[in-house]
């Protein structure tokens, strides 16, 4: 169900859901449950690595966020399932005319199950006050695998990030314990951005993270993932904390970051998740 709230005499603000399940039976993940509140929409289930591995495109028709959208994106991927959700294109987030905007991600993965979320990246419209919310909830056993990518300000357009703010919570649990708690705000001219302890000047930052299982080589593995490097010579690292893996970029290029991020996870996935990568045909539209 929308709900349409006046923000001028041209404009209005969506609130949008969906809620999407997942459940292995008899070798494959099935999509058993979407349902959907205002313009957010997976149009099938894709199976595009046969019927272990459920794909879903998460569609959003407006193209972007308002000021005063509020997007609500959950999914529950059951015991010994694996879903991948993946976006046709960049996200926006469009200056606001003072109504601020968010978008939560609220994803459970039950035991053994696996969750893949791979969007495109977000492009945050100078003037935009945006909410980002992220929230994983991990059973025994169940893996996560998934990245983000800011650009602040339209930088091809020579556009700034010198008005608005952005919020970011991301929380990961495994049985009720917190793995990562990261709390996040900028605003526009805010001295972080150009502070050489956080920004340093970029203009698009991106965390990929990973869950890590007992019995994995951790120092093969990131000795195989650092002798990768975003191909725009951008800072970039990777660290290790308990149950956990992450890479961070920090330049001025989404598409350098995207194609590092999908070069890491092409290492990553067959150890990690047991699977070759195959990166979605949507990518490449």
Request: with cysteine.
């Amino acid at each position: 169900m929308s709900s349409i709230t006046p923000l001028t005499p041209q404009l209005a603000a969506w609130e949008a859901e969906i809620k999407l399940g997942f459940m292995h039976l008899n070798g494959h993940t099935l999509l058993t449950e979407k349902v959907h509140h205002g313009p957010l929409r997976v149009q099938k289930a894709l199976y595009p690595e046969g019927r272990e591995v459920c794909q879903a495109i998460l569609l959003h028709p407006p193209s972007g966020i308002a000021g005063g959208d509020h997007l609500h994106i959950a999914a529950h991927v059951g015991a010994q399932a694996h879903a991948q959700l993946t976006t046709p294109g960049a996200g926006k987030w469009y200056r606001s005319s003072g109504v601020e905007a968010s978008q939560t991600l609220d994803f459970t993965v039950a035991d053994n199950g696996i969750l893949e979320w791979l969007p495109q990246e977000t492009i945050i419209f100078d003037g935009a006050l945006s909410r980002m919310n992220t929230q994983v909830q991990l059973g025994e056993g169940s893996r996560y695998f998934g990245w983000e990518i800011l650009c602040l300000g339209r930088s091809a357009s020579g556009e700034r990030f010198d008005h608005g703010s952005i919020h970011l919570h991301t929380r990961i649990e495994r049985q009720g314990q917190a793995l990562w708690l990261e709390r996040g705000q900028l605003t526009g001219h805010d001295p972080m951005l150009a502070s050489q302890v956080a920004w340093a000047g970029a203009s698009v930052g991106g965390t990929l993270m990973a869950t890590l299982s007992p019995g994995i080589n951790v120092a093969a593995l990131l000795e195989a993932c650092r002798a990768i490097a975003p191909n725009d010579g951008a800072e970039h690292a990777l660290t290790v904390l308990p149950g956990l893996l992450f890479a961070r970029y920090l330049g001025h290029h989404s598409e350098a970051a995207r194609l590092w991020f999908i070069q890491l996870w092409q290492v990553l996935r067959p150890v990690l998740l047991g699977r070759p990568a195959l990166p979605p045909r949507i990518w490449n539209t």
